[in-house]
């Protein structure tokens, strides 16, 4: 799968990126992204606190995290690790978009991910988190009450990640995607682990169910098209798959 732009709008606010040289933009209608450049010699952290010194914590609802210098090789722990360290200042960040990058800053396959345990403890209102990358990607069982939206986007999802999602507990969850991949790039996993996945998460939230991106899109589509929990969806997902005749009969 190939990221050709970067977000332009994420928890209903338009996306900005943020320029340390530039004022902040005033209001509750943007969302700043922050991101390094390949030669840039500053620190993802650095940056944020940066960031954190000019606009009003106590108002800051998202934020989004793009490239931190070289994805490819080092991986989010650091970023993560930051923001843990922050979440005393923002009581009410709602929403984290960690990994925001095209394909011409790092390919979703190569993005090298983190640890996200810390992270969901640390910020207990969370209601968004979105993920890009599943390159050493972790991701241990958890439970939050307030989380209503996760998102994974990967070039190959490993079984682990469904796994931990099997034992973990969102039991206001009304929106999640994963994007499955291919085992070129690491996925790993079959119908039988997203059915518990799904027999774990399926709460009486829940109205959107994205498995995208997946190369075994025929079997879950033959799958879900008996699937009681889809009667509840507003949205079933199977986009940027390899669904074919298939899947596109049972779906039917």
């Known amino acids: 799968m190939t990221i050709s732009e970067s977000t332009t709008l994420f928890h209903t606010k338009k996306v900005v990126q943020y320029d340390p040289d530039i004022a902040l933009q005033s209001g509750q209608d943007v969302v700043y992204r922050l991101s390094l450049d390949y030669d840039d010699k500053r620190k993802m952290p650095d940056l944020l606190a940066g960031f954190l010194e000019k606009t009003d914590k106590n108002a800051l609802e998202a934020l989004i995290i793009g490239m931190w210098g070289d994805p490819y090789e080092s991986g989010a722990d650091e970023v993560i690790a930051a923001l843990v360290a922050h979440a005393a200042e923002l009581p009410n960040l709602r929403a984290l978009f960690i990994g925001d990058m095209t394909y011409e800053e790092c390919e979703i396959s190569w993005i090298v991910q983190g640890s996200y345990k810390p992270l969901l403890d640390a910020y207990p209102q969370l209601e968004e988190l979105r993920i890009r990358g599943g390159n050493e990607l972790v991701l241990e069982p958890f439970a939050h009450q307030n989380l209503r939206k ?22 206001q969850l009304e929106h999640l995607e994963l994007w499955l991949g291919t085992d070129d790039y690491g996925f790993s996993g079959d119908v039988a682990l997203y059915r518990k996945v799904l027999a774990q998460l399926t709460v009486p939230t829940l109205k959107y169910l994205g498995l995208r991106d997946a190369e075994i899109a025929d079997d879950l589509a033959v799958w879900l098209a008996e699937e009681p929990l889809v009667a509840q969806l507003d949205t079933l997902d199977l986009s940027l798959g390899t669904i074919g005749d298939l899947g596109a009969v049972a779906v039917l």
């Open 150 to 171: 996760l998102t994974i986007e990967s070039g190959g999802l490993d079984q682990k990640i469904a796994e931990a999602l099997a034992a973990s507990s969102m039991p």
